[in-house]
């Protein structure tokens, strides 16, 4: 008998204040990368697919990234003043 099958593995890369697509609202986006690994009894042995996400933490909606984007997002957050430059800018209305 053979036992096989998946796990996932969730790691949070960095988080990052940008203006949500969804809801409108600049707040907090979780930069997250997900790895699926392939399991041969219970021992994860490769990895099957990898996907990057952003997750606003005003109203929880996800977004796909690719892994350049990823990486440009990552490399913005801890080098960037404000780690807002993927999706929408920031804008500063003033009346």
Same mark, same amino acid.
């Given at each position: 008998?053979?036992? +096989?099958?998946?796990? !996932?593995?969730?790691?949070?890369?960095?988080?990052?204040?940008?203006?949500? !697509?969804?809801? /409108?609202?600049?707040?907090?986006?979780?930069?997250?990368?997900?790895?699926?690994?392939?399991?041969? +009894?219970?021992?994860?042995?490769?990895?099957?697919?990898?996907?990057?996400?952003?997750?606003?933490? +005003?109203? /929880?909606?996800?977004?796909?990234?690719?892994?350049?984007?990823?990486?440009?997002?990552?490399?913005? !957050?801890?080098? !960037?003043?404000? /780690?807002?430059?993927? /999706?929408?800018?920031?804008?500063?209305?003033?009346?």
């Amino acid at each position: 008998m053979i036992i +096989f099958g998946t796990k !996932g593995y969730l790691y949070q890369l960095a988080i990052l204040t940008l203006v949500c !697509g969804q809801c /409108g609202n600049p707040a907090a986006h979780t930069l997250r990368k997900r790895i699926t690994k392939f399991t041969l +009894f219970f021992v994860p042995l490769f990895p099957i697919s990898t996907k990057y996400l952003t997750q606003c933490t +005003f109203c /929880g909606a996800e977004q796909k990234v690719t892994k350049e984007q990823a990486e440009q997002l990552q490399s913005q !957050g801890t080098n !960037g003043p404000s /780690g807002q430059a993927y /999706g929408q800018p920031q804008q500063h209305d003033r009346f």
